[in-house]
């Protein structure tokens, strides 16, 4: 039996006809006329000058081209902030303005302005400074500057503090009454920035506003849905030529709201988390060719580097959880620091807490925390600030900096705390009939990128399961006489903990799979359960620790040491309703303990000693532990021995009815239980299971 990580809600109830689903999935995203809704264009975009201060920037711009004064782009390293300086770079470029980016150091210098940077600008004589997707935090840095005569024009959309900085002019959605849609990314500030600059449409930065505004989550609506519409058109005969050679490098069936969410958007992150945003944002404002070309087989050589760093960080994090923690705090200086945030969200995910990836340098560690459920991790860190240097986020995701002293301190205490939890939720748009469905259906939404589209499937038999790539599950599954492949990425539990033939419910999307010019539809999961009695065979598996660590907590191990060691076998096949049989582990010669000869034999060597222990047993006679401790027990039960302190010694007595050891007794009706478990296909014990007790 599997139970769901999270509580299923449908919003439709019933099982949805093929023909209804496009519909419906509209209706359940509040999109009354999809039609409408995926051509909005320009004239949903809100006009930049309802931006507070945006007159104020533009007539700063303009003066600073007129008399060439030298401009710096400050932006930051992931793909919300890489897009936001290419935005600006390449319309400044375009006005033949003297602009210059810059990128903090993503391991020294952390996220934003920070005092040493801005006293480099100072001496690098800037005369203007243009923040994106950050600043709104910065206000003795961004003091510093304007004391020091090189003004700061500020766009950001992060949250704000009371205190604002003391900059020349703030562009951000949440500061400007007039401006009707809030919920904007960085680049779309930039963007808008670029719009007033120009002074008209800036159609051939939209893809780059785009790409921004999907990476960095931004709620699909309003002009949020317009900007991606107009860009995706954009892409698809862009005339940058660093996003053509992506796409050329990145083979996508479809360009869509999901090919940028995940493919396009973590190739441009990677080189960020690797500190090497600079090379992303080189290949976004390049027009040489040459340059290009290098510049993508660099960024395709980060994008690999950067996955084979979360894998090892990964292992290593997984190494380090405590089962009992309430909250997981691992910490290392073996984790590379660029992909711990991506860490904690799988070991979350996996194993269903909230974690904390902390990477240790020197006295100081950093960490990246996820949250699993509706626990608030920005809370918890309220709650132990006390012991951290710095931190911020939100309650879903956060960072933090303490001292590497701190560390067990800091995990003791969070898991103090009393967290109150509700079950997780997973809204699930509609139960489907797979074999209702047809790829045209699929196809459709694929095309509006309704990838977060989840669906409930239940009754689904597991054919076959396999893992393919290290660390990715593919079951196929069948379904009224059809065949369908269902895919988990990431992790291994499903291949552990389902067996053929078992029954499941699977929540999850669904995409069209194309291998070898054949067309097929396949399930991502997301969650599932199994609701009857597993029994999964795993007795002729030599690895069986690396099983038993993926093994979901509710399974009981089978084999002999289980029904050796348990006093009542019949107790746990009345509890449990997940076994999972194992290899023998004992190998111990039942012979020895319920054949009469052989215990008689062992009697009469005993009582030629005058003493002895336990461990002389086992030496002299060359038995097991486990056989060792049981002969005492028949013995004793039987009234042959004598107890002088750690001593045993033979009583002089020559009878005795073996039958009269309740031991003895329970040795022979064990040994049925290890031979049946060893004898028995899988198949038949589960039957047995079923009948015998009801599962």
């Known amino acids: 039996m599997i139970e769901s990580k999270y509580l299923w809600t449908k919003q439709i109830e019933g099982i949805v006809k093929d023909k209804d689903i496009f519909e419906l999935i509209n209706k359940n995203r509040d999109i009354h006329d999809h039609e409408a809704f995926f051509s909005m264009g320009i004239e949903a975009i809100h006009s930049p000058f309802l931006l507070n201060d945006m007159d104020k920037a533009v007539d700063r711009i303009n003066k600073a081209i007129e008399l060439n004064e030298k401009i710096l782009i400050f932006g930051d390293y992931d793909c919300d902030g890489i897009t936001s300086v290419s935005i600006m770079y390449r319309v400044l470029s375009y006005k033949n303005a003297d602009v210059h980016y810059q990128i903090p150091d993503r391991f020294s210098d952390g996220y934003g302005l920070n005092l040493d940077i801005a006293k480099k600008i100072v001496e690098d004589d800037y005369d203007l400074v243009i923040t994106v997707d950050n600043g709104i935090s910065s206000i003795e840095e961004i003091s510093f500057l304007q004391d020091n005569q090189i003004d700061v024009i500020l766009t950001d959309h992060h949250e704000f503090k009371e205190t604002l900085p003391n900059a020349y002019a703030i562009l951000h959605s949440k500061l400007s009454n007039l401006y009707p849609f809030k919920e904007i990314a960085g680049c779309m500030v930039a963007f808008k920035f670029a719009w007033a600059i120009k002074g008209e449409f800036p159609e051939?930065?939209?893809?780059?506003?785009?790409?921004?505004?999907?990476?960095?989550?931004?709620?699909?609506?309003?002009?949020?849905?317009?900007?991606?519409?107009?860009?995706?058109?954009?892409?698809?005969?862009?005339?940058?030529?660093?996003?053509?050679?992506?796409?050329?490098?990145?083979?996508?069936?479809?360009?869509?709201?999901?090919?940028?969410?995940?493919?396009?958007?973590?190739?441009?992150?990677?080189?960020?988390?690797?500190?090497?945003?600079?090379?992303?944002?080189?290949?976004?404002?390049?027009?040489?060719?040459?340059?290009?070309?290098?510049?993508?087989?660099?960024?395709?050589?980060?994008?690999?580097?950067?996955?084979?760093?979360?894998?090892?960080?990964?292992?290593?994090?997984?190494?380090?959880?405590?089962?009992?923690?309430?909250?997981?705090?691992?910490?290392?200086?073996?984790?590379?620091?660029?992909?711990?945030?991506?860490?904690?969200?799988?070991?979350?995910?996996?194993?269903?807490?909230?974690?904390?990836?902390?990477?240790?340098?020197?006295?100081?560690?950093?960490?990246?925390?996820?949250?699993?459920?509706?626990?608030?991790?920005?809370?918890?860190?309220?709650?132990?600030?006390?012991?951290?240097?710095?931190?911020?986020?939100?309650?879903?995701?956060?960072?933090?900096?303490?001292?590497?002293?701190?560390?067990?301190?800091?995990?003791?205490?969070?898991?103090?705390?009393?967290?109150?939890?509700?079950?997780?939720?997973?809204?699930?748009?509609?139960?489907?009939?797979?074999?209702?469905?047809?790829?045209?259906?699929?196809?459709?939404?694929?095309?509006?990128?309704?990838?977060?589209?989840?669906?409930?499937?239940?009754?689904?038999?597991?054919?076959?399961?396999?893992?393919?790539?290290?660390?990715?599950?593919?079951?196929?599954?069948?379904?009224?006489?059809?065949?369908?492949?269902?895919?988990?990425?990431?992790?291994?539990?499903?291949?552990?903990?389902?067996?053929?033939?078992?029954?499941?419910?699977?929540?999850?999307?669904?995409?069209?799979?194309?291998?070898?010019?054949?067309?097929?539809?396949?399930?991502?999961?997301?969650?599932?359960?199994?609701?009857?009695?597993?029994?999964?065979?795993?007795?002729?598996?030599?690895?069986?620790v690396e099983i038993q660590d993926n093994l979901y907590s509710n399974f009981v191990v089978l084999n002999d040491e289980t029904i050796l060691k348990t006093k009542d076998i019949t107790k746990l096949f009345e509890k449990y309703r997940s076994f999972a049989l194992f290899p023998k582990f004992l190998n111990i010669n039942f012979n020895q303990i319920i054949d009469r000869n052989e215990l008689l034999k062992i009697y009469m060597r005993l009582k030629k000693l005058q003493q002895f222990t336990k461990f002389d047993i086992m030496n002299i006679l060359g038995l097991h532990e486990d056989v060792a401790n049981i002969i005492i027990q028949i013995f004793d039960e039987l009234h042959f021995l004598k107890t002088n302190k750690k001593y045993y010694s033979i009583k002089e007595k020559n009878k005795a009815d073996l039958s009269s050891s309740k031991t003895y007794n329970l040795m022979l009706d064990k040994k049925k239980a290890i031979d049946w478990l060893y004898q028995s296909t899988s198949d038949k014990i589960k039957n047995y299971l079923e009948v015998q007790y009801g599962l």
């Open 204 to 544: 051939e930065l939209s893809d780059l506003a785009m790409i921004g505004t999907i990476a960095d989550l931004m709620p699909l609506e309003d002009e949020n849905q317009a900007i991606v519409n107009i860009g995706l058109k954009q892409l698809k005969k862009t005339s940058n030529l660093g996003l053509r050679k992506i796409l050329n490098f990145s083979d996508l069936d479809i360009v869509n709201q999901t090919s940028i969410a995940f493919q396009i958007a973590p190739k441009i992150n990677s080189s960020g988390r690797l500190n090497k945003a600079r090379l992303a944002i080189e290949l976004l404002i390049t027009d040489d060719i040459k340059k290009a070309n290098d510049l993508i087989l660099k960024i395709e050589e980060n994008h690999v580097l950067r996955k084979k760093h979360t894998e090892q960080s990964f292992a290593i994090a997984e190494n380090l959880v405590n089962h009992l923690d309430q909250v997981l705090v691992l910490s290392s200086d073996k984790f590379h620091e660029g992909v711990i945030g991506i860490c904690a969200q799988r070991i979350s995910e996996k194993y269903q807490k909230p974690t904390i990836v902390l990477t240790i340098d020197g006295d100081i560690a950093k960490g990246s925390a996820r949250t699993f459920g509706q626990i608030s991790i920005l809370d918890m860190l309220n709650k132990t600030s006390d012991l951290l240097e710095r931190y911020g986020g939100h309650d879903q995701a956060a960072g933090m900096q303490l001292k590497t002293e701190n560390i067990d301190a800091f995990r003791k205490r969070l898991n103090q705390l009393d967290i109150e939890d509700q079950e997780p939720v997973l809204n699930i748009d509609m139960e489907i009939d797979l074999s209702d469905v047809r790829k045209e259906t699929i196809r459709k939404l694929q095309e509006k990128s309704f990838h977060t589209a989840l669906f409930l499937m239940n009754d689904l038999r597991v054919v076959r399961k396999q893992i393919i790539g290290k660390n990715h599950v593919k079951l196929t599954l069948e379904y009224k006489n059809l065949l369908f492949d269902a895919i988990k990425f990431n992790s291994l539990e499903y291949f552990y903990n389902l067996n053929e033939n078992d029954l499941i419910d699977v929540c999850g999307g669904l995409t069209i799979n194309r291998f070898r010019n054949i067309e097929s539809i396949q399930i991502m999961i997301n969650d599932l359960r199994c609701k009857h009695l597993q029994v999964i065979d795993y007795r002729h598996s030599f690895n069986t």
